[in-house]
């Protein structure tokens, strides 16, 4: 389903839009509201509400997000890595599959969610490849949770997004 690397985008000049303030609010929500965005960010949710499983995918983005000037206990860079399946058409529609920490447990949540835009605002670097013909997000769906990509195992400090991608 993946071809070669098309094109690199590195350093996008624009401020970022992302806050370390939204970062912290999230680490500080209960549990009961983290098991809520699992859920409505969930496979499962996405299969039974998105328009777009059976779209087709025209390119794939691996996306290096900033989270502005946050770092890691070991004082290592805070990007988030995400990748985001550009949809065919007309519109400017991507779905974005990000797994990401909630701190409930060691292991990963996969969100996977339907965007109305190619390019993030807190994209640092950006990395495009093809995608052979007629192949939809469901195909990708089903290759990550065939290969057991869904149950992903963060690091203990909530570390991995870069290594899942």
Known sequence: MSGQSSNTSASRSSPSRASAGSEDKYADSTVSEKMARRDATSMATYYNTSRNLNREVIAVKIVVHTLGSQQTHDGRS????????ILA??????????????????RGHLEVT?????????????????????TTVHNFCRLITGNGHDKYLMSGTGNGCRYWV
Do not use: Q
């Open 78 to 85: 805070g990007n988030h890595w995400s990748i985001f399946l």
């Open 114 to 134: 339907d965007k109305t835009f190619h390019v993030t605002t807190s994209t640092l670097a950006d990395f495009d490849y093809s995608v052979a013909p007629r």
């Open 89 to 106: 058409g007309a519109e400017l529609r991507s779905v974005r599959l990000n797994m990401m920490s909630d701190g409930l447990d060691d």
